[in-house]
């Protein structure tokens, strides 16, 4: 039967509490959720690092979805408040998959969640193996935020390695904070990325203020005008939405690269 009053604190969880086919006893929502649509007209009850917790309790949750530890503060007054609460802190690819199935189970649908976790594999896999897949492995810079410069997190790395490019950042991936990740604008250029893609959180990349940083008209990827972005819900959400940046990812790349 599982939980009958579930509140999603992200995009991701509300997502997965969705698509296994508990939409119906979701009682609040982030308000960073955008899929599927219907979700946005549930109650908002957070945003991410930060909550309405008497409008979580005022909902009468008997379970509290969230991701990240960043949410631990949120999550640690929900418990002493008496709240049950499942927190995932999936970082890579295979995690996230792990995260899915076990989302889809804490909203009592096992096998449902299962199935998605095994679609959203199956479609990266798909992805990776692509016909017209290029040889040419192009190297590219990921952006997630522009103040200070942060490189991408595991799950963005493997994603840009599975659709066929080379990040320049590989030895941060395994640093689970942003702060770990931050990078000197000379580094960049030195490493001198082909592709520049960007997904600022939470607000729109100027992919013209990012090409006219000083020392930057040097950079392959500028002087070929080679910069994107991806909205953050498609590829910063370590959930189902991951394939949809996967795919613009892919096309990119095989743009830059003749291939597709």
């Given at each position: 039967m599982?939980?009958?009053r579930?509140?999603?604190l992200?995009?991701e969880?509300?997502e997965?509490?969705f698509?296994v086919g508990?939409g119906?006893?979701?009682v ?9 649509p219907?979700?946005?007209t ?6 991410f ?5 008497e409008r979580?309790?005022?909902?009468e949750p008997?379970?509290?979805l969230g991701f ?5 503060d949120i999550?640690?007054?929900l418990i002493?408040?008496?709240v049950a609460?499942?927190?995932?802190n999936?970082?890579?690819l295979r995690?996230t ?11 009592g649908q096992?096998?449902?969640?299962r199935?998605?976790a095994d679609?959203?594999?199956?479609e990266?896999a798909?992805?990776?193996g692509?016909p017209?897949?290029?040889a040419?492995r192009?190297?590219?810079?990921f ?5 200070p410069?942060?490189?991408?997190i595991a799950w963005?790395?493997?994603?840009i390695?599975l ?6 950042f590989?030895?941060?991936?395994g ?11 000379e580094?960049?250029v030195?490493?001198d990325p082909?592709?520049i893609?960007a997904?600022?959180?939470?607000k729109?990349a100027r992919?013209e203020?990012?090409a006219?940083?000083p020392g930057w008209?040097?950079v392959?990827?500028?002087?070929a005008?080679?910069?994107?972005e991806?909205?953050?819900p498609?590829?910063?959400a370590p959930g ?21």
């Amino acid at each position: 039967m599982g939980p009958q009053r579930i509140v999603c604190l992200t995009a991701e969880t509300t997502e997965i509490a969705f698509a296994v086919g508990a939409g119906d006893r979701v009682v609040g929502v982030s308000g960073y959720a955008v899929r599927p649509p219907e979700a946005r007209t549930k109650p908002k009850v957070a945003a991410f690092q930060t909550a309405h917790v008497e409008r979580i309790l005022a909902v009468e949750p008997d379970l509290v979805l969230g991701f990240s530890d960043l949410q631990a503060d949120i999550a640690r007054e929900l418990i002493r408040a008496g709240v049950a609460v499942l927190i995932t802190n999936q970082r890579t690819l295979r995690e996230t998959a792990e995260a899915i199935a076990l989302v889809g189970a804490a909203c009592g649908q096992p096998e449902a969640g299962r199935e998605l976790a095994d679609r959203f594999e199956a479609e990266l896999a798909a992805i990776a193996g692509r016909p017209g897949r290029p040889a040419h492995r192009p190297r590219v810079y990921f952006e997630e935020w522009d103040n200070p410069l942060i490189s991408g997190i595991a799950w963005v790395s493997e994603l840009i390695e599975l659709c066929g490019g080379e990040d320049i950042f590989p030895e941060l991936r395994g640093c689970r904070s942003a702060r770990d990740r931050v990078v000197e604008p000379e580094e960049v250029v030195r490493r001198d990325p082909e592709v520049i893609v960007a997904s600022w959180c939470g607000k729109k990349a100027r992919l013209e203020r990012i090409a006219a940083r000083p020392g930057w008209e040097g950079v392959s990827a500028v002087q070929a005008g080679r910069l994107y972005e991806i909205k953050s819900p498609d590829i910063l959400a370590p959930g189902p939405s991951l394939l949809h940046g996967a795919r613009q990812l892919a096309a990119i790349l095989d743009g830059v690269t003749g291939g597709g």
